[in-house]
């Protein structure tokens, strides 16, 4: 079966810290992608990257920077949290032009 | 101009009976493609059904089926025979050339019984 794993269901950090969200996949997909959740906006783009070491800006990479060392894993990095980046973030996953993405189940950062 | 537009954001059906979902799309690519997902209040995206840009029939998986007028940039979900358990978020989304997903706002369904 399919596996996307976030690292943290729950995590909560404070006002300034670097944060880092993990994302691993076991289908060997080129192509990996961070959204964040928030009410009433859906899911937005962060970034995505369609190789290893390749990334791509989404609708809202400010404040977000991405690692893509092993095709298997692709982190998100908070480079200095703020309280408006409070939100769940989905990673997911998928073959270049082929079936849907697959979704991690998310994590749900608090920014104190 | 947003890529998938839910202009419904919420919605309620009685149980057993069926419900439409809307979902309006923009592109100016040949190839795309169309999906659904729902999320449940636990939280995992849960990916139901695909339409492509040239599939000339609307796409079925059991309860659901995808109405897809191409013409019409429209690419409604129908829900069959509603059960509780379809009480959810549900997202559609559109992948262009380029592996770009843009997902919509998302419609709340709530079953009633």
């Known amino acids: 079966d399919v596996k996307v794993t976030q690292s943290s269901r729950y995590l909560v950090k404070r006002t300034g810290e670097k944060v880092f969200l993990e994302c691993v996949q076991d289908?060997?997909?080129?192509?990996m992608f961070w959204y964040r959740q928030d009410p009433g906006l859906g899911l937005r783009l962060i970034y995505f990257s369609y190789d290893v070491k390749m990334k791509e800006k989404g609708d809202i990479p400010e404040g977000y920077s991405v690692s893509r060392e092993k095709k298997e894993r692709f982190s998100l990095i908070l480079e200095s949290a703020s309280t408006n980046q409070t939100s769940m973030y989905l990673c997911a996953s998928s073959l270049p032009g082929g079936p849907p993405q697959h979704f991690g189940d998310g994590t749900r950062l608090s920014i104190l | 101009a947003q890529k998938i537009t839910q202009t419904q954001p919420g919605m309620f059906v009685q149980e057993k009976e069926a419900v439409t979902l809307d979902c309006t799309y923009d592109?100016?690519?040949?190839?795309?493609?169309l999906f659904w997902y729902k999320q449940p209040s636990s939280g995992e995206m849960i990916f139901l059904i695909y339409?492509?840009?040239?599939?000339?029939q609307n796409a079925t998986e059991g309860r659901y089926s995808l109405n897809f007028q191409k013409a019409r940039k429209s690419a409604n979900l129908v829900i069959s025979a509603s059960q509780l358990g379809d009480s959810a978020m549900y997202f559609c989304?559109?992948?262009?050339?380029?592996?770009?997903?843009?997902f919509g706002t998302g419609t709340s369904l709530t079953v009633i019984p």
């Open positions: 339409q492509g840009s040239y599939d000339e």
């Open positions: 592109t100016s690519d040949q190839s795309y493609g």
């Open positions: 989304a559109m992948r262009e050339y380029g592996n770009q997903f843009y």
């Open positions: 289908m060997d997909h080129e192509n």
